[in-house]
C-alpha cells in the first residue's frame, strides 16, 4: 500500500464533522474557494502568456494584487467620467462596430474572445502598425511591450519622453512611452484621448482595459503604470474594419505624440 495514502485513509472526514458540526460551514468554504481557484487558475492559462508569469505564480500575482483594484467588466464599457467635446473629427465620423461587442477575458493577459479577426487580416494589421513607425521616426519607435513583455509595441521616441518640454501629454509619461500593441488575436491595446476614447467605446469599437481608471480607488490611480483611457480595439475582422484601425491608431499616435499633423 502506497504510505501517501495511509494518512488520508486514516482522516474520517464525516466522523470529524460528526464530533465537530462547527467545522462543517469551514469545510464547505474551503472545498468552493478550492474548487473556484482551480477554474479561474485553468481560465488564466487559457489565455496564453502576456504580461505576468504563465504558472500558477502569475495567476496568484493577478488574483491578489491586481483583481481587487480592477474594474468590473461592466464598467469597462462605462465612459461617464470622460469629457463629451474634443474628439479628433476622424473618430467622431466613425460608424457603429457592426455585431455588437466581441467578448473580453482577464486582465493580464487580456484578450478577446469571440468576434475575432481572421487569419488573413493579422498580416496586414503588422505591416499598418510597421508603416506608421517607419513614417514618423522622428516621433515613433519599436520596442519590446512593457505590458506585455511577447509582442513588441508602438512606442513615443525616448528622445521625447525624456524632454520635460516635449509636447507628449502626461499619459505617454505614466505608459512609459508604450503607445500600444497588437496581440496574437489581432485585438489590440492603444492610449487615446479621453475624448476620443468616449467615441469608440460607445460606437463598439472598444472598451477598457480593468486596470484603466481616470479617478482614484482604495487610493490608488494609474497602476502599474496604466493610464485611464487605455483601451482594447476588437480585432478587425475585414478590410473595412482594417481601414477603421488605420484611423484609430492614427489618432492614438496623435494623442500621445502631441503631433496633430503626422
Not at 250 to 255: A, C, G, I
Request: aromatic share 8%; proline share 6%.
Amino acid at each position: 500500500m502506497n504510505t501517501l495514502t495511509l494518512p488520508l485513509r486514516r482522516l474520517d472526514i464525516p466522523g470529524l464533522i460528526q464530533r465537530n458540526p462547527a467545522a462543517l460551514p469551514l469545510v464547505g468554504a474551503s472545498t468552493a474557494a478550492l474548487i473556484w481557484c482551480i477554474k479561474d487558475y485553468r481560465a488564466f492559462l487559457a489565455l496564453g502568456p502576456g504580461g505576468v508569469p504563465y504558472n500558477i505564480f502569475g495567476w496568484a500575482a493577478i488574483t491578489i494584487l491586481v483583481r481587487p483594484f480592477a474594474l468590473s467588466e461592466k464598467d469597462a464599457t462605462w465612459t461617464g467620467d470622460y469629457p463629451s467635446e474634443g474628439a479628433h473629427q476622424h473618430i467622431l465620423d466613425l460608424e457603429d462596430r457592426k455585431g455588437g461587442r466581441a467578448k473580453l477575458a482577464g486582465i493580464a493577459p487580456h484578450r478577446q474572445m469571440t468576434q475575432k479577426a481572421p487569419d488573413s487580416i493579422k498580416e496586414p494589421l503588422n505591416e499598418l502598425f510597421n508603416e506608421m513607425v517607419k513614417s514618423h521616426p522622428k516621433l515613433l519607435e519599436t520596442k519590446r511591450s512593457l505590458y506585455e513583455k511577447h509582442h513588441d509595441a508602438i512606442f513615443v521616441r525616448s528622445n521625447l519622453l525624456q524632454d520635460p518640454n516635449s509636447s507628449i501629454p502626461e499619459t505617454a509619461r505614466i505608459a512609459r512611452g508604450e503607445i500600444g500593441h497588437i496581440h496574437y488575436d489581432a485585438s489590440v491595446h492603444l492610449y487615446f484621448s479621453p475624448a476620443d476614447a468616449k467615441i469608440l467605446i460607445e460606437k463598439n469599437w472598444a472598451e477598457r482595459h480593468r486596470m484603466a481608471r481616470t479617478k482614484p480607488f482604495l487610493g490608488r490611480v494609474n497602476m502599474f503604470n496604466v493610464a485611464g483611457t487605455y483601451l482594447m480595439i476588437y480585432g478587425p475582422r475585414d478590410e473595412g474594419e482594417l481601414e477603421t484601425m488605420k484611423t484609430i491608431l492614427e489618432n492614438s499616435v496623435k494623442f500621445m505624440t502631441g503631433v496633430e499633423e503626422l
